[in-house]
């Protein structure tokens, strides 16, 4: 009898999830449950479609009609899963239904995809009209249809999401504050060495900033007119709040599954949850919503990346339908693109890794992308980060003109392969050709700045 | 006593060791001889020197006034060394000496960076004005003096430089022939099936190709006229020979120094020179005369690179001045711009691995740079090459409209580190941002495509 796989939530997770369960069992039922209208998007897109490099129809990849019909797969939208249950009695049956819709279904395996909220803190007005988060088309149709009647927006926070929306709608001539409650932007992920010239090269474009100040209200009648933003009324006519994710835990709550100190699901390697300390064979779990091993430090993470969920879907899903494939621990590489600026990283920035209590040295580098002798060569600034007693490289972070992915995923593969510094220097290479590189790229002068200071 | 160090060669190799080894020691007496006219610059830059893409003062970095002022090192240009001694006598006593200009110097360390010579066939008519070389600022100055009363030119040697050459040239309005013969262009180190677009995208820009032909001669009188390609006389104004490089041992040989299998000179970790089987303490080796280690597989590799030369040099200049560095084995990434295509390697190729009689297994995979929704995505292709024993990846290529060299100095990293096919798709992650790259790299398809083949 073919197996009945359930997926809840069709995001780059769940989607993968589903197409891997499919690839990995053509004869499955697989269902995806989602309260979204719509289905395989790219949610980071969403500020280059306000800003209008893309169209909404442009990011949505496909629809549920395509689904079925290429991939013999049953969407269903707009639609809340009531419940989820992975029951053991007594004698060792077990309960296994999801109910939507008011209708119950029973399941083999289940994949657990039911992603992240945006953190919206808990202050007066923000259910007033003006206020958005951007994660869904949906969601940022209704935030572009406002946008088209208003002028100034408060962007609540400075991730990487807030600083491309600020910059997105500065560039269509709209008046952005950015209320930052950190002293610096991209605060966490990004040193504040390499994040201020982010934030300067935005001031430049004129966006606005309050830092190390915290959005304490929603301030409005019918509609926002200001927020609240540290004791100062900043007049405005919408609100984004851009504050970071948190895991969506309230169906694996309902479930009784095993969450750990970040407030996200617990895995097996193989993806599989856990239950009071014991393995749940049938539920698998893959996006925001779950717990990742550091690569870096021996201990937990959160790589809430949308390259992350794919990956984890694909394992989560393919397990599913009976493959044994393991999810490794995570480094977890971002780019974020501002401008005619790149800023990525990778593994540990400072402030990640005092969290591991560890001691840390550093190394920076700044030089040009590519031979300088080359026209149109761009500015790169490397910083690489590496454990004082190991000597392992534990991250790094660029900030350049163009081309500081494919730098990032190279550091990236060195910290994960454990690499020490002296080790990088020793057996690194890198491939040259003056349009677009130089003859010792400037990831080695930082290294080598690394190895001094250590 | 300051110490003496007598560098040969000024190449990336020779320069990068002069400078390293002024970094080790403030106080050397470090003196530089070359039979070039200048120093300090990129020869890979010529074919866009000659395109009017950059200027010939542009890609010469310093002068010898430059490095006497602001590093000390003496640099004796268009100066022959005649030979180079270190012989041991009986008693123990070594004479170390260099007679250069008619000149004796006395030297406690001694870098042989003598670097390449451009391999032309034994035939007739190379030494007819006309005949030209890419190697050196003068050289090119040269050949552009010639060009400009030539309207026709054959290229014997379809590699990188040939190809980038030609290219140039067509963009000047020159009537160009490539002459190779090899059944495809770049080969060696490049697969066929990764070259083929190349060869195409350059006729498509007017360049002709005589494949599997070979340079018999050069006909003219009192200067070129035309060519014998595989006894078909193509007429033409000059011809430029890019057919490889051959280890520059002349000096080597006189010293008695020890070769490997491919003429070059065998080196010890901290390149030192070997003679009769004995380290020579005081002999460094540095740049294309050297032979190299494989990173991939046990034995011997060349890798005349202008950023191996560079890191070789930073490694003999600074052991000549008495640190102890080592140089690791090498997988030689690289990468070639042939205008709107990058084309870059690193490793093996699957000819490069039967050298070494390895059963290799090919993965490959067509997507794009950027996710797709972006605008201005380009296409890239993704090859990967695994043992089939061990499931390593020993090699990989790139063809792509955009950023290619990131991506093969990540497979490098993998490469280098040993790492199989299937640790690569459970341990790597890749940065995403749409405006720079896929949610899931092609890199990972390709990987993916190799484990189902192997």
Redesign the interface.
Known sequence: MAKKIIVIGSG?AGMSAASAARAADPDAEITVFTEDRDVAY?P??IP?VLEG??TWN??I?HDPAWYAKERNIKVITETKVESAVNDRARDGTVTKTVTAGGKTYEYDSLVLATGGKVFIPPIEGTQLPGVFTVRTVKGGQELEAYLNKSQKVAIAGAGVIGLELALALVNIGKDVTVIEMMDQVIPRIADRDMAEPVQKYLEGKGVKFMMKTPVQGVIGTDKVEAVNAGGQTVPCDMVVFATGVRANVDLADQMGLDKGQMGALLVSPTLQAYKRGRLVPDVFVAGDVMQCQS?VYPGPTMSQ????A??EGRIAGANAAGKK?????????????IGDL?I?G?GMSLGLASWYGADCVTGKATGRTR?????DAKEQTVKVIADRTTHRLVGAQILAGE????????L???I??G?TAEEFL????????????Q???VVFAAVEDLVRNL
Do not use: H
């Open positions: 780059a790219s980071c897109m280059w490099r893309a442009g990011i990849m690569a990346l949308g390259s992350s794919n990956k494939l393991e999810f490794g621990p995570v480094a977890s590489p971002w780019v974020s693109i790149q990525a990778t031979a300088r002798y080359y026209p081309e500081a992915t494919g730098r990032i995923d190279w990236t593969a060195a994960v392969n690499t020793a057996n690194s290479e890198n491939a040259y050709c003056p349009p677009t590189s003859v010792r790229d």
